[in-house]
T-cell receptor
Framework: GAVVSQHPSWVICKSGTSVKIECRSLDFQATTMFWYRQFPKQSLMLMATSNEGSKATYEQGVEKDKFLINHASLTLSTLTVTSAHPEDSSFYIC??????????FGPGTRLTVT | DAKTTQPPSMDCAEGRAANLPCNHSTISGNEYVYWYRQIHSQGPQYIIHGLKNNETNEMASLIITEDRKSSTLILPHATLRDTAVYYCIVRSGGSNYKLTFGKGTLLTVNP
């Protein structure tokens, strides 16, 4: 089956620093990738949609200058949380869509900002 | 995409069938019913999907009512590892859709 990986699986960073999370589709090409955020005891919230080679589309209320998304290839998307603050601590999950339009999820990255 | 309604929580005894309901009364003709689950601190896992007909795979069965306004996910022999939040999502076919997650149903399988 289609596999999506994320790296790192967890990260701790200091307030004010930036952190990059990678999302890879391991055995398929993903023309579209998605980034979700999940706070404790809440559901997944879509942050942005990225298409290979073009700018990401952000959901309402998501700061595009804070959450930088790059989808440089058909198998890799990155999310960079810039100038992270404790309120950015969350579970970040990526998802990739294959050419049949089915969507597969990564295992998630736990970000803790101290 | 149509909105779905699920009970917030359910309990099931290990080895018994777990029947998880979902209401999607505003579903339109070209929309599919998808089920995902999320085990604690993991990404969502695809379970099954259907359009009109009932579907079965190695994980579960999906029963969709004739009017398509509701569906039931059946885990035939629940195990402790099936404890998770189950999400019922309605989405259109093709490429132009976004998967929107509601609150889902927390299924707790008890020994």
């Amino acid at each position: 089956g289609a596999v999506v990986s994320q790296h790192p699986s967890w990260v701790i960073c200091k307030s004010g620093t930036s952190v990059k999370i990678e999302c890879r589709s391991l055995d398929f090409q993903a023309t579209t990738m998605f980034w979700y955020r999940q706070f404790p005891k809440q559901s997944l919230m879509l942050m942005a949609t990225s298409n290979e080679g073009s700018k990401a589309t952000y959901e309402q209320g998501v700061e595009k200058d804070k959450f930088l998304i790059n989808h440089a290839s058909l198998t890799l998307s990155t999310l960079t949380v810039t100038s992270a603050h404790p309120e950015d601590s969350s579970f970040y999950i990526c998802s990739a869509r294959d050419r049949t339009y089915e969507q597969y999820f990564g295992p998630g990255t736990r970000l803790t900002v101290t | 995409d149509a909105k779905t309604t699920q009970p917030p929580s359910m309990d099931c005894a290990e080895g018994r069938a777990a029947n998880l309901p979902c209401n999607h009364s505003t579903i339109s003709g070209n929309e599919y019913v998808y089920w995902y689950r999320q085990i604690h601190s993991q990404g969502p896992q695809y379970i099954i999907h259907g359009l009109k007909n009932n579907e079965t795979n190695e994980m579960a069965s999906l029963i969709i009512t004739e009017d398509r306004k509701s569906s039931t996910l059946i885990l035939p022999h629940a195990t402790l590892r099936d404890t998770a939040v189950y999400y019922c999502i309605v989405r259109s076919g093709g490429s132009n859709y976004k998967l929107t997650f509601g609150k889902g149903t927390l299924l707790t399988v008890n020994p």
